[in-house]
């Protein structure tokens, strides 16, 4: 029998399933293409050291994916003197800036899409005042795009609010929050463009360090400019899982796949490149029920995951086509 503390299913949604909905959301894929020519004006220092990295592997662009450069730059800890430490600093800066203002966007849904979203959205309704929780989101996203969809629709604002997994405070204090007993319960493990620093507070991550910053809210003037809170796409993180909202976010997550009886994957295509991924989502491969990528027959990551996880799990196929079948 499931606990009642535990979920009896679990959806694991990584970039696929927000591409498929918000074409405009970029891939990983997508951001690779934007380095180091479609580096806005405003990252001079990060453009300027991409180019000059190309440059130095020849031309050669495969050498520019987006995790190696954030990788380097964010383990870098040995600098010659104050001026490297401080182009260093501005460049992690701008690094974290780029990344936040590629995915972030303004989620714009079709009718259609929309309709889909919301439809598997209320499929995923828990009523937490029973004490028993049927489903929980698992993202590996840090987009808005479900929050977005929520806000934006007058039925599910009223019907639902979003349950993080933990107690994260709006900036402004007295800002009204939507409560109901019917929550989606949305883990995002590796953060959120809605989340920032508490302004003035130390380094580490801290639960009592972050707050939950909407558009519509009286403090986000003065957030806007700021770093959201999320982990970019570089084998090294150590930085970020330093204090104890990301240890707990990624602790209750472990404790949830384990006392699942279903896990599904919708966009997330085990990327090879992050071995800590693989390992903490493959020891509960017995009860993956499907694993939904969107890649041509025959392509090499379709077969890789085949063999991974066995072909009768992995299904090619558009998030949206899915889940409106499911």
Same mark, same amino acid.
């Given at each position: 029998?499931?606990?009642?503390?535990?979920?009896?299913?679990?959806?694991?949604?990584?970039?696929?399933?927000?591409?498929?909905?918000?074409?405009?959301?970029?891939?990983?894929?997508?951001?690779?293409?934007?380095?180091?020519?479609?580096?806005?004006?405003?990252?001079? /220092?990060?453009?300027?050291?991409?180019?000059?990295?190309?440059?130095?592997?020849?031309?050669?662009?495969?050498?520019?994916?987006?995790?190696?450069?954030?990788?380097?730059?964010?383990?870098?800890?040995?600098?010659?003197?104050?001026?490297?430490?401080?182009? /260093?600093?501005?460049?992690?800066?701008?690094?974290?800036?780029?990344?936040?203002?590629?995915?972030?966007?303004?989620?714009?849904?079709?009718?259609?899409?929309?309709?889909?979203?919301?439809?598997?959205?209320?499929?995923?309704?828990?009523?937490?005042?029973?004490?028993?929780?049927?489903?929980?989101?698992?993202?590996?996203?840090?987009?808005?795009?479900?929050?977005?969809?929520?806000?934006?629709?007058?039925?599910?604002?009223?019907?639902?609010s979003v349950d993080y997994g933990v107690k994260i405070d709006p900036a402004d204090r007295s800002a009204k929050r939507g409560k109901s007993n019917r929550t989606i319960d949305l883990i995002k493990l590796h953060g959120s463009l809605n989340w920032f620093p508490v302004k003035g507070a130390s380094d580490e991550l801290d639960l009592k360090n972050v707050c939950e910053v909407e558009p519509q809210d009286r403090s986000f003037p003065i957030y806007c400019e700021d770093t959201p809170i999320f982990i970019p796409m570089a084998h090294a993180k150590e930085s970020f899982l330093r204090g104890s909202l990301f240890n707990l976010l990624w602790s209750k997550a472990d404790y949830y796949l384990k006392n699942a009886e279903e896990i599904y994957f919708i966009g997330y295509g085990f990327p090879k490149t992050d071995i800590n991924n693989l390992e903490f989502l493959l020891r509960h491969r017995d009860r993956f029920k499907k694993v939904v990528v969107f890649e041509h027959d025959g392509s090499h990551d379709l077969q890789r995951l085949q063999k991974l996880l066995g072909e009768s799990l992995v299904e090619s196929c558009d998030a949206k086509e899915f889940l409106e079948k499911l």
């Open positions: 029998m499931m606990q009642s503390n535990c979920y009896r299913r679990i959806f694991v949604l990584g970039s696929g399933f927000s591409k498929s909905f918000s074409p405009q959301m970029p891939t990983l894929r997508d951001l690779n293409e934007l380095i180091p020519f479609g580096i806005p004006d405003e990252f001079p /220092h990060f453009r300027d050291y991409c180019k000059r990295f190309l440059t130095l592997c020849n031309g050669d662009s495969d050498y520019l994916g987006i995790e190696p450069l954030a990788t380097s730059i964010l383990s870098a800890q040995i600098f010659p003197g104050e001026r490297e430490r401080l182009y /260093h600093a501005s460049l992690r800066f701008e690094l974290l800036r780029f990344i936040a203002s590629v995915i972030r966007s303004d989620n714009v849904l079709d009718e259609s899409a929309a309709a889909i979203l919301k439809k598997f959205l209320e499929s995923c309704e828990n009523d937490s005042a029973s004490g028993a929780r049927e489903t929980l989101l698992l993202s590996f996203n840090y987009d808005t795009l479900i929050e977005t969809a929520i806000a934006k629709d007058k039925e599910l604002c009223e019907q639902v």
